[in-house]
């Protein structure tokens, strides 16, 4: 082999007991990707060993921030077509297939995340050991991007721990804990930090039959069940996605299906699958959102601002769940309320979510110890955050800011969770405007990415900086808007909902109203959403964007609310309601208006173009990824903006002239257009 060459992103350590062990550290990034360098690398390397013939390989991170994350989204975006795409994945496929081969055993020693194009190169060692630490993550996540695991992912897995979990892992895209994934046969082990090297050593000299799925789980990939658990997956599947919208699980389920009888086969069917995949229209919008998701996340790093100890002053559905996510994620919180009551329903909802999402006891009584109720208040003095969230009433707000400013530190942040009232109109009373910014969170908090951060004509920039920064620390999505009215996810939204309200007061069954939204896109039709919502709270926002911004509430809207029928919680609404479901009919027998969808989705858009001509958002892109992230907008399509420009503008705004003339003035395009 002659003199052993140095590598850029890997480097190779061999200690006495003849254990070769790969250190992966790319070089110029804080985290592990597997771009076309990394993987060429990899081979170099593997030809090494081959002449070196090492007792074993262990391969690891050097990187603190975990194992891999994937593979590199960014030359998926430089493919030029599907053969460019082809010959990618069978580049990468043929160096892990060259890994699986060596001859002597290999471990994946797994810290922190592993996923993507990381965990199927983990599936090509012999052996998994992964560290029990919360931060250690594994998953194939590909269907999110709109494509499926590309590097054998399809074809390693399901023999390791048979069809219905692996593909349960592949159609999802959810990720294991290390104890989960040593509990279905993912890895081999979970150990912790301690134990890693011994426990990797231990593994080589000891060389145990690697894990293979036995018994029925094995049965079912044999030729003749395959179809009937295929059918099934795709029944299953069919109800949460459509496979016009997603495709990728679909041509999952396929490849299982037709070739899981010869490895060779299903490897090179599962790269043509991938190349066609990633230059389909769903894989490029759904790899345009995961940038967008970046670019918000890099908003948070502009600011070096960390909030130890947070304020939250009320205590009801709102206060309540931002205070028990911010204890979640690690910080001293107090909330506070008159109300006592108040309280101790937010920490018994507090306690429900600790124990779904934390799961272990420890952690959820570290967590519960961490959110403290407080009903004099006296925690304002110690947070470097106030986040206030009581009722929407401009002087009841005022009258709270002035007295916490007296209260709190110099240097700490005030913030208003308002949805529908002008920072101005609350700051105004303080004596340092500049102090106070909004932070807009969405219900349910647990669930919703999306923060608004809300700037008004005299906040501090530098405090919506750290604004951003706090919404990163808790785990969620910073949007920078301009103070307005409905900000920009209601002001959008609410043109939408309430074109759904006047075509059922037109007589167009709710239930079509719905389908066709889905039909569309959107995770959830108009009319099931406003009554998820709250009709109560639906007519609010929409009788103050009418005051600012003009357009008429409907009466039935009025109508609903004054009789009680405020949607799923008071168990009627458009819909009835039963243990939280709707009760939709399954056949009107009406047909739906031609222009249905139109009338919705064009409202939805006209308003965007209104929002980007005010400049509530900086601009199409990050508009994009706030309607997205903060209404669930149909994410394959990219966003408003995207399917406008996909669509072509003269067109929708043709589209939009003809509605006008059909239906009035609500439908005049914006001088965007």
Not at 184 to 197: C, T
Not at 242 to 269: C, F, G, N, T
């Amino acid at each position: 082999m002659g003199e052993k060459k140095s590598y850029q992103h890997w480097r190779k350590e061999q200690g006495r007991d003849e254990i070769a062990w790969l250190y992966l550290d790319r070089a110029e990034s804080k985290t592990n990707i597997l771009c076309r360098a990394v993987i060429e690398e990899l081979d170099e390397l593997l030809e090494e060993l081959e002449y070196d013939k090492p007792a074993g390989v262990v391969i690891t991170s050097a990187k603190s921030s975990g194992f891999i994350a994937g593979a590199d989204i960014g030359e998926f975006t430089t493919l030029k077509d599907q053969d460019d795409g082809f010959a990618l994945v069978r580049r990468a496929q043929g160096v892990f297939d060259r890994l699986e081969a060596l001859h002597c055993p290999t471990v994946a020693l797994i810290q922190g995340f592993c996923l993507g194009g990381g965990m199927e190169l983990a599936l090509a060692c012999r052996y998994r050991i992964a560290i029990d630490d919360p931060k250690t993550k594994l998953g194939l996540p590909e269907v999110k991007l709109g494509i499926h695991p590309g590097f054998g992912g399809t074809v390693r897995l399901p023999p390791l721990i048979g069809a219905p979990a692996a593909m349960d892992l592949m159609l999802t895209g959810r990720s294991l804990s290390a104890k989960a994934a040593a509990k279905v046969g993912v890895v081999d082990h979970a150990v912790p930090e301690r134990h890693k090297l011994s426990a990797a050593t231990q593994l080589l000299q000891q060389q145990p039959t690697p894990q293979k799925v036995k018994g029925w789980k094995a049965w079912v990939s044999y030729g003749l069940l395959r179809p009937l658990l295929a059918g099934m997956m795709r029944r299953k599947l069919a109800k949460k996605a459509r496979q016009e919208h997603y495709p990728a699980p679909y041509a999952v389920i396929e490849l299982w299906e037709k070739y899981a009888s010869d490895p060779k086969v299903m490897m090179k069917e599962e790269a043509v699958s991938v190349a066609r995949l990633v230059m389909g229209d769903t894989a490029q919008n759904l790899i345009r959102v995961f940038f967008l998701q970046e670019r918000m996340k890099g908003l948070g790093s502009k600011s070096d601002f960390k909030a130890e100890r947070v304020h939250v002053i009320g205590g009801g559905v709102m206060g309540g769940d931002i205070a028990a996510w911010c204890a979640m994620q690690g910080l001293q919180v107090t909330l506070q309320d008159r109300s006592h009551e108040v309280i101790g329903r937010a920490i018994g909802r507090a306690h429900g979510l600790y124990k779904k999402k934390l799961k272990h006891p420890l952690k959820i009584r570290d967590a519960m110890d961490r959110l403290r109720p407080d009903i004099e208040g006296r925690g304002i003095a110690e947070a470097d955050l106030i986040i206030e969230a009581i009722f929407e009433n401009v002087e009841a707000k005022q009258q709270l800011f002035k007295e916490v400013e007296a209260k709190a530190k110099p240097d700490a942040l005030l913030a208003t969770n308002t949805s529908s009232i002008p920072l101005e109109a609350i700051s105004g009373v303080l004596d340092d405007p500049s102090r106070l910014i909004g932070l807009h969170f969405f219900n349910p908090v647990a669930q919703m990415q999306l923060v608004e951060v809300v700037r008004g004509a005299e906040s501090n920039e530098a405090l919506i900086d750290a604004g951003c920064a706090f919404t990163k620390q808790i785990g969620r999505l910073p949007l920078p808007v301009k103070s307005s009215p409905g900000f920009l996810v209601n002001r959008i939204l609410m043109p939408y909902l309430i074109e759904a309200v006047i075509l059922e007061s037109e007589g167009v069954p709710a239930v079509l109203i719905d389908q066709a939204a889905t039909k569309f896109g959107m995770p959830m039709g108009p009319i099931e959403l406003a009554d998820t919502v709250g009709l109560d709270i639906c007519l609010h926002v929409a009788e103050i964007l009418s005051q600012e911004l003009g357009g008429e509430v409907p009466e039935k809207l009025r109508s609903m609310v004054a009789a009680g029928q405020l949607g799923r919680k008071s168990g009627e609404g458009f819909y009835k309601y039963k243990k939280g479901k709707p009760l939709k009919p399954s056949d009107t027998g009406t047909p739906p208006p031609d222009d249905l969808t139109d009338r919705m989705i064009l409202r939805f858009v006209n308003e965007a173009m209104a929002c980007l001509r005010e400049g509530v958002v900086e601009d199409e892109d990050l508009l994009d990824a706030g309607i997205i992230f903060g209404t669930g907008f149909a994410p394959f399509r990219g966003g408003p903006m995207n399917y406008t420009a996909k669509c072509g503008r003269d067109q929708l705004k043709q589209r939009l002239d003809h509605l006008q003339q059909e239906h009035g003035e609500r439908f005049t395009p914006d001088a965007r257009w």
